[in-house]
């Protein structure tokens, strides 16, 4: 991609905000990063980091919540500004996303031909007999078994994987440029997980689509994304090619993440050795490094001062003090053999 074709996403300084009865928290503090036309990109990280709520800030969905600081360009139009009206014609059209829990988006009221066919009438000029049509052909290329017969079942009739199966049909109704993928995978079991992880794929190529996908699983990241972006605490702690991030973490926290994989070698009782501690509290986030409470390579600096995101050679980043300090390469591969 030369370098004067702005990306399609590019989210840049983002803050979001929510009130709670105990006060104003800031559940993102100033993550950015792109996604390019047809590029994978994966968004890591633990339970609260922050990944949905990006996710959500990126369509302006947020519940109760608001961004505070920071633009999301797409196409390099910035979305924080649109009215409701161009929100929507951007919402399903240019940008779809899929969320965890099928259910939850899926409305049990209504059959799954009829919100398949809504959708398509939202956007696009088309009869209801050809938007029927369009919706048998979705449900075929999503791997639904007897599509024409399926438009007339109800969510609740269908299993986790047909209804997630659905929603990806409804996703891509109106061949968005931009997939967000919201951990679409986690309620399945470890089979259908894997096939619809390719679906995905496939679909995403012959679409042509870009996809943020969302997830806590690295070895999803593995397969899946050209680039990696690992959130800590509301922040973008590393971000690069996956290739380059898995083999070579420059963030003692993705370190940790990718120590904490199982593989099938793995005994129980090591899968159960993940990361000491927990995702600091919004209201309690430490000072410094937010997080050098849980760092094995943290020294009294780590406290005090907040690390900025160094850019790294190979288009990479990484926010941890140890690339100001010029000992980050010895450092960090000491801490990898100890499986920091
Ligand atoms: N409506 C809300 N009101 C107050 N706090 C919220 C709200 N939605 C999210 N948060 C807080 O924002 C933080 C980030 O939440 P988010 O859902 O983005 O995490 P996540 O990275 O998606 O986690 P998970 O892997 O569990 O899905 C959490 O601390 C969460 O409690
Ligand atoms: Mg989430």
Not at 208 to 214: K, N, T
Request: aromatic share 4%; net charge negative.
């Amino acid at each position: 991609m030369p370098t004067t074709v702005p990306p399609l996403l590019q989210i840049e300084d983002l803050h979001v905000e929510f009130d709670t009865p105990d006060g104003t928290v800031e559940a993102v503090s100033g993550v950015g990063f792109t996604v390019g036309a047809q590029e994978t990109v994966a968004v890591v990280g633990e339970s609260g980091s922050g990944k949905t709520v990006t996710a959500l800030a990126v369509l302006q969905l947020l519940d109760g919540g608001r961004i505070s600081r920071g633009r999301v360009l797409w196409d390099g139009t910035d979305l924080t500004g649109l009215d409701r009206r161009a929100l929507r014609r951007i919402r399903g059209n240019e940008i779809a996303m899929i969320f965890q829990d099928p259910m939850t988006s899926l409305d049990p009221l209504y059959s799954v031909g009829h919100q398949i066919v809504e959708g398509l009438r939202l956007h696009r000029r088309i009869d209801k007999r050809a938007a029927r049509e369009r919706a048998v052909e979705l449900l075929e290329q999503v791997g639904m078994p007897d599509p024409r017969r399926r438009l007339d079942s109800y969510p609740h009739q269908l299993s986790g994987g047909q209804r997630q199966r659905v929603m990806i049909a409804i996703a891509l109704a109106c061949s968005p440029r931009l997939l967000i993928a919201d951990e679409p995978t986690t309620a399945l079991d470890v089979t259908i997980e894997a096939q619809i992880l390719e679906l995905l794929r496939e679909l995403q190529v012959e679409y042509r689509s870009a996809m943020l996908l969302v997830t806590h699983d690295m070895g999803v990241v593995a397969e899946t994304a050209d680039r990696v972006v690992v959130f800590y605490a509301g922040q973008v702690v590393e971000q690069g090619p996956t290739a380059d991030v898995l083999r070579d973490p420059q963030h003692p926290y993705t370190a940790a993440l990718l120590a904490a994989v199982p593989t099938p070698e793995t005994d129980r009782a090591e899968r159960l050795a993940a990361i000491p501690g927990s995702v600091p509290p919004l209201r309690a986030m430490p000072s410094g490094c937010r997080f050098h409470t849980r760092c094995a390579l943290a020294w009294d600096a780590c406290a005090r001062e907040e690390p900025p995101l160094h850019a790294l050679p190979g288009g990479r980043s990484a926010r941890c003090l140890l690339h100001g300090s010029g000992t980050a390469r010895k450092t960090l591969d000491s801490a990898s053999t100890r499986g920091a």
